[in-house]
């Protein structure tokens, strides 16, 4: 069955300090990867990819088949950055669905 | 374009009642999606309509149905309400289907059921 994992809840990094989002999946082939993004009194939205495999607001994510992880990095984090942040999958073999996983409130400290 | 439009905002429902949710996609998108968000959960996936026909189906009851429109606006209907359909309703809007399109997130609907 495919699955979205995120062990943690919640995460605070001190302003500059490096971040890392954990994200680990499930599934059987190849997957489609996401982490959106909700920032205070703002819609869900998209903040990457993994097919897109670009950078956005500085943060980037690795696809690790071996580990079966997403994990969303960003060398130096800023207070800007402070939001919840959701790993998400789908994929051919998803029936056309879509698996958000519980989401990591990250606080960064200024 | 103000983007994905839902509703109502907020509603207040008593058990066995039903309800209609709405949901505008963004002009030019053809596919709509609802999610259920619980409190403290990320959204779970309740359909995919692309075109006015169901491409995708989550793991819920019956009860929950959706539609799709000629204008691809869409409704997600809920039927005998129990207390545990109290959530966060959210739909979002995609060119295509959700397996690879980004998708484009409404503000929600509260949906209280007493």
């Known amino acids: 069955a495919q699955r979205v994992t995120q062990p943690e809840k919640l995460l605070s990094v001190f302003k500059g300090a490096p971040v890392e989002l954990k994200c680990n999946y499930s599934y059987s082939g190849s997957p489609e990867l996401f982490w959106y993004v909700q920032y205070s009194r703002q819609r869900l939205q998209l903040l990457l990819r993994?097919?897109s495999r670009e950078s956005i607001k500085g943060f980037t994510a690795d696809l690790n088949k071996g580990e079966t992880s997403f994990h969303l990095k960003k060398p130096f984090a800023q207070e800007e950055d402070s939001a919840m942040y959701y790993c998400?999958?789908?994929?051919?073999?998803?029936?056309?669905?879509?698996?958000f996983g519980t989401g990591t409130s990250l606080t960064v400290i200024p | 374009d103000a983007g994905v439009t839902q509703s109502p905002t907020h509603l207040i429902k008593t058990r066995g009642q039903h309800v209609t949710l709405r949901c505008s996609p963004i002009?030019?998108?053809?596919?709509v999606s609802w999610y259920q968000q619980v409190l403290g959960q990320g959204p779970q996936f309740i359909f995919q309509y692309y075109e006015k026909e169901e491409r995708g189906r989550g793991n819920f009851p019956d009860r929950f149905s959706a539609r799709q429109f000629p204008n691809y606006s869409s409704e997600l209907n809920v039927n005998a309400l129990l207390l545990g359909d109290s959530a966060l309703y959210l739909c979002?809007?995609?060119?295509?289907?959700?397996?690879?399109?980004?998708?484009?997130f409404g503000p929600g609907t509260r949906l209280t059921v007493l």
């Open positions: 002009s030019g998108h053809k596919s």
């Open positions: 979002a809007s995609s060119g295509e289907t959700v397996v690879t399109d980004t998708q484009y």
């Open positions: 993994h097919i």
């Open positions: 998400a999958l789908s994929g051919p073999n998803t029936g056309n669905q879509f698996y």
